[in-house]
């Protein structure tokens, strides 16, 4: 099992370079599946979820090949409509591969996908969307998918859910027919994989809104196509700036993708300068929260996009610590994702778990080391940068969970001048 030891309480500097988009990449890797000719995907992330995809591509009859620092040449095949279970079950975004298996193969075989121990994570919106469209579920242990034929229909999916719309997309690219998604999730995630499919011949128009139009195609051609930032890594890179009081450039943060990152940031008392495609995060931030009108307590609360995303609701949580003031964070989407502060409640933070989705959080709390476990990618780079706010020294475990999403991160929280070793127990 990795470790990290962090020796907190330095200030940090330099500059940091976004990785590309993991929720991108994920879509976008299945997706080569929807063609027989090879795909050239461009800056993709060098973390252990895209790792596992690509294996399980591999397992599956794919060749894969790396040709330089996030650029890699996949030459698809299936010679099976099994995913790997054992696999499977490492990777929430398994689950992606039976949008794009399903209209090559007509069957798919899945086990229940892995992924983040957050909540609930519902699956049923997938499994109503590949029904409209024709296929036939069942579920029994295991998911077996299958469809004769698959014809487009007009389709108002439940919820916005990012991945149940990246698969209804997958699958009515090929299908017979137009097909409508309402409610459709908006993402720039999502915007990646319809641009990447058009790139492929597909017909997809409405893309960055909620309601998709695609018309099937035949068939689906090679491409070379290249993923966009990750605005999850960048938001992680203001708040780690923020709580350690520190100035960060980050480039390739695409700042059209942060406005409402922007705007909640703001009520924690935290801005920062754009230059073209760069932001910098100076080290003299107010870090004062500030109320809303009549002196109420602010609130931060996710939201679909273009709403503020859930994956950075923990790292607004540990940012509020080091902010002067009061703020309730409100993660409506997943009832398990806040039971972390009571790790940071041992480091020193004075936050209250109104319920499995509320937490209030009164600052500046001074943080000290502690022996942290990550629970999931995203509290565990909130984990990060406690331990890199804090005194004294942290050993955080299991941080397979955070690699899972951070690209070489001790590496580069190291050129920022981080206090960071990793180890193998």
Not at 43 to 67: C, W
Not at 74 to 86: A, G
Request: with cysteine; proline share 4%.
């Amino acid at each position: 099992m990795m470790k990290y030891t962090i020796e907190g309480g330095h200030p940090l500097k330099g500059t940091v370079v976004a990785s590309g988009n993991k929720n991108s990449a994920l879509p976008c890797i299945a997706a080569v599946l929807l063609t027989d000719e090879p795909v050239l995907l461009k800056n993709i992330p060098e973390i252990a979820d895209v790792k596992v995809l690509f294996t399980i591509l591999e397992k599956m009859g794919s060749t894969v090949t790396h040709k330089g620092p996030g650029e890699y040449l996949i030459k698809p095949n299936l010679n099976t409509h099994e995913v790997p279970f054992d696999l499977a079950a490492k990777l929430r975004a398994s689950i992606l591969l039976i949008g794009s298996i399903l209209p090559r193969m007509g069957k798919v075989v899945l086990s229940p996908p892995g992924g983040d121990v957050i909540g609930r994570r519902r699956l049923d919106t997938h499994f109503l969307a590949f029904e409209s469209l024709g296929a036939h579920v069942e579920v029994d242990g295991v998911f077996t998918i299958t469809a004769n034929k698959l014809v487009g229909t007009e389709m108002f999916l439940d919820e916005a859910s990012v991945t149940a719309t990246e698969n209804a997309i997958m699958s009515a690219a090929l299908s017979e027919g137009t097909t409508v998604i309402a409610n459709a999730a908006s993402e720039p995630h999502i915007q990646d994989l319809c641009h990447m499919i058009n790139a492929m011949g597909g017909k997809i128009t409405g893309i960055g809104s909620n309601m998709l139009t695609i018309a099937g195609v035949k068939k689906l051609h090679g491409c070379e196509f290249e993923i966009g930032s990750d605005f999850m890594e960048v938001g992680s890179f203001i708040g780690l700036a923020a709580a350690c009081k520190s100035e960060i450039q980050i480039d390739r943060a695409d700042p059209s993708h942060l406005h409402m990152c922007k705007i909640a940031f703001a009520k924690l008392g935290i801005s920062w300068e754009t230059s073209g495609n760069s932001i910098l995060v100076r080290a003299n931030q107010s870090m004062r929260i500030k109320s809303d009108w009549g002196e109420a307590i602010p609130v931060i609360d996710d939201a679909p996009w273009p709403g503020f995303p859930a994956d950075l609701t923990s790292i607004m949580v540990v940012t509020a610590t080091q902010c002067e003031g009061t703020i309730i964070i409100h993660e409506k989407m997943y009832e398990s994702r806040l039971f972390f502060t009571d790790k940071l409640n041992s480091m020193g933070a004075r936050i209250i778990l109104c319920d499995p989705h509320r937490a209030v959080i009164s600052g500046v709390s001074r943080l000290h080391g502690a022996e942290l476990s990550s629970p999931d990618v995203r509290a565990g780079m909130a984990m990060v940068i406690a331990a890199l706010a804090a005194t004294g020294e942290s050993v955080i475990s299991n941080v397979y969970q955070i690699e899972r999403g951070y690209q070489n991160l001790a590496e580069r929280l190291t050129t920022l001048g981080a206090k960071i070793k990793r180890f193998e127990e």
